[in-house]
Each structure stands twice: as C-alpha cells, then as structure tokens.
Nanobody, 124 residues
Framework: QVQLVESGGGLVQAGGSLRLSCAAS????????MGWFRQAPGKEREFVTA????????VYTDSVKGRFIMSRDNDKNMGYLQMNSLKPEDTAVYYC?????????????????WGQGTQVTVSS
C-alpha cells in the first residue's frame, strides 16, 4: 500500500506563508491523483485541492483560490501545497491523500490512502 508523510506545518501569523510537503512511498505507480484536505477543531474534514498525478491543472475549493498552489513532482514522489496570504480560518490539520481510481475527487471517502496530518496554525 502507498504510504504518505506530510511535513511543513507550523505556526504563522496572518498574511504569512507555509509550504506543506507530502512524501509518497510504496507502489506510487498506482496513484491516480493526490489531494489535500483539512480538518479544523469541531468541524468535518473538507476538501482543499487535488491534482492528477500525471499532471494538469489542480482544482481548488473556493476559499483558497488565488492563495494556495498545489503541485507535484512525480520523479521524487512528492506533492506540495504552497499556502500564501494565510488567514486564521485556515487553521486546521492538513492531510494529503491519494486515490487510485477517481479523477479530481472532492470527496474524502473516494481517497484510498492518507497521511497522518500536519498542524497549521494561523494567528491573528
């Protein structure tokens, strides 16, 4: 099975930036797409962005459009989430996930493997 490890979270002031990384290992040739989700305390996990592993433009949830940029490096089996102009409402645990079947799904149940998550805290 595919293993995912996120890194890059931390504490940042509003307006600042963070870059999250997601390292994939195992049978990465089976990955069809990678997504990022987040979960704030007391809230459900929500979709942030996703990209086809083979390339193409990512899709984003409206609240992060123009601020977040997702990318991936197939040669390194890495996914990235560049987060700019961060807001306190972006505070959450961020998870990367991969799907072996679905293209650009926004539904968490359609992803097959998940990382352990990395905390992002944005102070006002």
């Amino acid at each position: 099975q595919v293993q995912l490890v996120e890194s890059g979270g931390g504490l940042v002031q509003a307006g600042g930036s963070l870059r999250l990384s997601c390292a994939a290992s195992g049978p990465t040739f089976t990955i069809y797409e990678m997504g990022w989700f987040r979960q704030a305390p007391g809230k459900e996990r929500e979709f942030v962005t996703a990209i086809r592993w083979s390339g193409g433009m990512p899709v984003y949830t409206d609240s992060v459009k123009g601020r977040f940029i997702m990318s991936r490096d197939n040669d390194k089996n890495m996914g990235y989430l560049q987060m700019n102009s961060l807001k306190p409402e972006d505070t959450a645990v961020y998870y990367c996930a991969v799907s072996q079947n679905i293209v650009l799904s926004r539904t968490s149940s359609e992803y097959d493997y998940w990382g352990q998550g990395t905390q992002v805290t944005v102070s006002s």
